[in-house]
Every structure is written in C-alpha cells, then in structure tokens.
C-alpha cells in the first residue's frame, strides 16, 4: 500500500484533509468494533485489511462514490470469510490424531517455533526488525502510545505504521511455517530463511 493510494482514499472521504483523517479514524474505530463484537481476534488487522481493500480498489481506477459505506460492505464480506476459514481450522484439529505425549510435544513444538522466530527475525532488514520488535513491544495498554511514538519517529502516518506491520508479521508467520515444516521433515533449517530465498527488505 503506497502513501498515494491512502491519499486517493483520503481525498474520496472529504477534500478537507483534516476532515478526511477525522473521518478515517471514525470509520476505522467502527469496523474494530465491529470485528470484536462478533468474537474475531486482531480486529484492529481485520478493520485495516477491509480499509485496505478499498484502497486498492480506488487506486486501481474502481469508482466508489461513498467509501465510508462501502467500506463496511467489504468487512462484511471479510466477515464471511474469515468465518470459512476459522471453519476449515476447526475441522482440521477435529482430524487431528491424538498425541502420544502431549506436554512433551508442546514443549517441542514451542522450542521449534521460537527457534524459528529468532531465525526469521534475523532474515530481515535491521530496520524491519526494529520495526516489527517496535510494534508489538508493549503491553495492551501502552500499545497506542509506543505506536503512535513510532510512526513519529519514522515519520509515516499511523496507518502506514500499521499496514507495514501486518505485512511483516505474515511473512514472518509465512517463514516460521516453512521452517517449522523443514525440521519437522529433519531437513536444517536456515539456508533459505524466506520463502522467497532471499532477504528481507
């Protein structure tokens, strides 16, 4: 998401660009409460991820004369689907086979995933990290305060600071489920610490 396509957003809200940034937080708010009324964890992820499909709709030329209603058609439909795919989770532990040592294996798995973490963590930019490290730092509730700090300090609006956070977190999420599935399979882990083979920028 680039800085002139949240612009292009911003500017179909209302051509006062205070205004517009008044009207983002409302509607932002909204669809938080939204999400967590209807028991979805990171609705804060959820609310940015329906804003941001709009955005990129308006970007990619789409005409949508009133964002801030469509934006809740689009949660929504993100609604729908976040509920299919918590469905799918579900079936899939239902299918699970029972372990022969549970407390043993927890043990491992949570060895395997920080070992995991730490390596992915490494793979990216010294700035990325700071930036990921930054993010999810403090507890509930300084995490406004040390977010908003942080976009100061890197000089992006709230937003941006947000939507580069999601990304980074599913890469990190993407790399530690290939590397968790490369030492379960007994292979080394660490050669190729992105999926994409290379470092992240």
Same mark, same amino acid.
């Given at each position: 998401?680039?800085?002139?396509?949240?612009?292009?957003?911003?500017?179909?809200?209302?051509?006062? !660009? !205070?205004?517009?940034?008044?009207?983002?937080?409302?509607? @932002?708010?909204?669809?938080?409460?939204?999400? +967590?009324?209807?028991?979805?964890?990171?609705?804060?992820?959820? &609310?940015?991820? &329906?804003? /941001?499909?709009?955005?990129?709709?308006?970007?990619?030329?789409?005409?949508?004369?009133?964002?801030?209603?469509?934006?809740?058609?689009?949660? @929504?439909?993100?609604?729908?689907?976040? +509920?299919?795919?918590?469905?799918? #989770?579900?079936?899939?532990?239902?299918? $699970?086979?029972?372990?022969? &040592?549970?407390?043993?294996?927890?043990?491992?798995?949570?060895?395997?995933?920080?070992?995991?973490?730490?390596?992915?963590?490494? =793979?990216?930019?010294?700035? /990325?990290?700071?930036?990921?490290?930054?993010?999810? #730092?403090?507890?509930?509730?300084?995490?406004?305060? =040390?977010?908003?700090?942080? +976009?100061?300090?890197?000089?992006?609006?709230? /937003?941006?600071?947000?939507?580069?956070?999601? @990304?980074?977190?599913?890469?990190?999420? !993407?790399?530690i489920n290939s590397g $968790?599935? #490369?030492?379960?399979?007994?292979? =080394?882990?660490?050669a190729n610490l992105s999926p994409l083979?290379?470092?992240?920028?």
């Amino acid at each position: 998401m680039t800085q002139e396509a949240f612009a292009k957003f911003l500017a179909c809200l209302d051509a006062n !660009t !205070t205004r517009a940034g008044e009207l983002y937080e409302k509607i @932002r708010a909204k669809l938080i409460s939204f999400f +967590a009324w209807r028991g979805f964890q990171f609705a804060e992820d959820h &609310a940015d991820e &329906a804003i /941001n499909r709009v955005i990129r709709k308006i970007d990619e030329g789409e005409e949508i004369r009133d964002p801030s209603t469509y934006v809740y058609g689009v949660a @929504r439909m993100l609604i729908l689907e976040l +509920a299919k795919e918590r469905e799918k #989770q579900n079936a899939a532990f239902d299918n $699970l086979p029972p372990p022969i &040592a549970p407390e043993a294996e927890a043990d491992d798995d949570s060895q395997m995933r920080v070992e995991c973490l730490q390596r992915c963590l490494q =793979s990216l930019s010294p700035d /990325n990290r700071a930036l990921i490290l930054g993010y999810y #730092q403090e507890d509930k509730g300084a995490k406004v305060a =040390s977010r908003k700090l942080l +976009a100061e300090r890197l000089q992006i609006p709230l /937003n941006a600071l947000r939507i580069r956070a999601l @990304r980074l977190r599913d890469k990190l999420e !993407t790399c530690i489920n290939s590397g $968790l599935q #490369q030492m379960s399979r007994g292979r =080394s882990f660490g050669a190729n610490l992105s999926p994409l083979g290379k470092k992240w920028n």
